[in-house]
């Protein structure tokens, strides 16, 4: 078991331009599902996958975020024009669904926004 | 919809002395509850979780919670606290209607003092 891990770690860009994360799930975990935590703040639900569906996407999501989970395996987070108001860290985690309620995170990607 | 709440925002105790860390819910229906862990650098680490049951729940690393219908509380505890304990705890509650949203509280920052 490696874990949840996630790509890049930090991400610093510039306002307007995109960028793409990466989340890597535990192999046999078939639901994954992406928060954002800001300082100070525990981590928002953003969106939710079950295997390569996306069943949810939070209304904190605007049309710029963009979620995918190809063959219900990795999945990629884009950010298209990005805001300084889209400085946070995003977090990845990822369960089954025999232990559906006990998520694992990964180390999160912090993106700074110029 | 389901909400927790943290209030407080450090918590200071010295090693060797009891540890709680406090958190109350609103829910409608029957509470699914949760604590996670938060290292430096690290991603969130579940720590023990309330569906059903013992109101007393045990998790990893030496920690129970307690859970309290008429108090609507989940405060979570330790006998007897490490230095390594110091860390970001977050309380969480399972949404009602959709099992995959978990509702994370703002954190209590936990220092344990030599």
């Known amino acids: 078991d490696t874990g949840v891990s996630q790509d890049p770690r930090h991400k610093i860009t510039k306002r307007g331009q995109n960028v793409t994360f990466r989340c890597d799930p535990i192999?046999?975990?078939?639901?994954l599902y992406w928060y954002r935590q800001t300082l100070g703040q525990g981590p928002e639900f953003l969106t939710y996958?079950?295997?390569?569906?996306?069943?949810?996407k939070s209304r904190l999501l605007s049309d710029r975020f963009s979620a995918e989970r190809p063959k219900g395996s990795f999945s990629t987070l884009e950010i298209q024009r990005t805001e300084q108001g889209d400085s946070a860290m995003y977090l990845c985690a990822s369960s089954s669904d025999r232990n559906l309620h006990e998520q694992y995170f990964g180390p999160g990607t912090r993106l700074t926004v110029t | 919809a389901q909400s927790v709440a943290q209030p407080e925002d450090q918590v200071n105790v010295a090693e060797g002395n009891p540890l709680t860390v406090k958190c109350t819910y609103s829910v409608s229906g029957n509470p699914y509850l949760f604590w996670y862990v938060q290292y430096p650098n690290r991603g969130l680490q579940f720590l023990l979780k309330y569906i059903t049951g013992d109101n007393l729940v045990k998790g990893s690393y030496g920690f129970e919670a307690e859970f309290n219908k008429s108090q609507t509380s989940f405060h979570l505890k330790k006998p007897s606290a490490l230095v390594s304990d110091s860390a970001l705890y977050f309380c969480a509650v399972r949404d009602f209607a959709n099992d995959y949203k978990l509702s994370f509280g703002a954190g209590t920052t936990v220092t344990v003092r030599a």
């Open positions: 996958f079950q295997n390569e569906a996306q069943l949810e």
């Open positions: 192999s046999e975990h078939n639901r």
